[in-house]
T-cell receptor, first 115, second 114 residues
Framework: QKEVEQNSGPLSVPEGAIASLNCTYS??????FFWYRQYSGKSPELIMF????GDKEDGRFTAQLNKASQYVSLLIRDSQPSDSATYLC???????????????FGQGTILTVHP | EPEVTQTPSHQVTQMGQEVILRCVPI?????FYWYRQILGQKVEFLVS????????KSEIFDDQFSVERPDGSNFTLKIRSTKLEDSAMYFC????????????FGPGTRLLVL
């Protein structure tokens, strides 16, 4: 059973602070990793994806991937109240494997940014 | 910007009834997916579809479920005889081919089985 684990939170940070969200995965062959944001009652909305070890930055968001540790994280700088949502980590199966193309989601981390 | 669309947004049905959930994927996308999310739980994969056939299905996707691409634009999920535990949000997603693996999700259909 391929698993994706996230701390469910809630994670509460003050406005302007850095929010750090973490995710671990069990399938060592996984090759692509996604962070989605989900507001209550809405669908997952892509924030960013990462394929390679290291950091990837997009505006206020930075994804970090460490395949050796099977760990992916998302940093949100200058957090805003509008960032308050559930953040979902999703992992794609290994290319060529039967799970390729299928996203396995973590349970999500609830983030609250308070003014 | 192109979007995945889904209809209806909400559906209420009686246990044992058939429901069809509809999706219009992004027009140049070739891979299609259904996921579901029971209230308070994680998003779960149901089925993937490519080249007019199922690529993979989960344990949830039993004989009561079927998918179809009846024309060049629609992608449907049918539940033949709904159960109480089918109550969930159902999301359709699509992606293009090649190296871009990002799946884009529709707004979802909230299904309530009474």
């Amino acid at each position: 059973q391929k698993e994706v684990e996230q701390n469910s939170g809630p994670l509460s940070v003050p406005e302007g602070a850095i929010a750090s969200l973490n995710c671990t995965y069990s399938d060592r062959g996984s090759q692509s990793f996604f962070w989605y944001r989900q507001y209550s009652g809405k669908s997952p909305e892509l924030i960013m994806f990462i394929y390679s070890n290291g950091d990837k930055e997009d505006g206020r968001f930075t994804a970090q991937l460490n395949k050796a540790s099977q760990y992916v994280s998302l940093l949100i700088r200058d957090s805003q109240p509008s960032d308050s949502a559930t953040y979902l980590c999703a992992v794609n199966g290994a290319a060529g494997g039967t799970s390729y193309g299928k996203l396995t989601f973590g349970q999500g981390t609830i983030l609250t940014v308070h003014p | 910007e192109p979007e995945v669309t889904q209809t209806p947004s909400h559906q209420v049905t009686q246990m044992g009834q058939e429901v069809i959930l509809r999706c219009v994927p992004i027009s140049n996308h070739l891979y299609f997916y259904w996921y579901r999310q029971i209230l308070g739980q994680k998003v779960e994969f149901l089925v993937s579809f490519y080249n007019n056939e199922i690529s993979e299905k989960s344990e949830i996707f039993d004989d009561q479920f079927s998918v179809e691409r009846p024309d060049g634009s629609n992608f449907t999920l049918k539940i033949r005889s709904t159960k109480l535990e089918d109550s969930a949000m159902y999301f359709c997603a699509s992606r293009t081919s090649g190296g871009a693996e990002t799946q884009y999700f529709g707004p979802g259909t909230r299904l309530l089985v009474l």
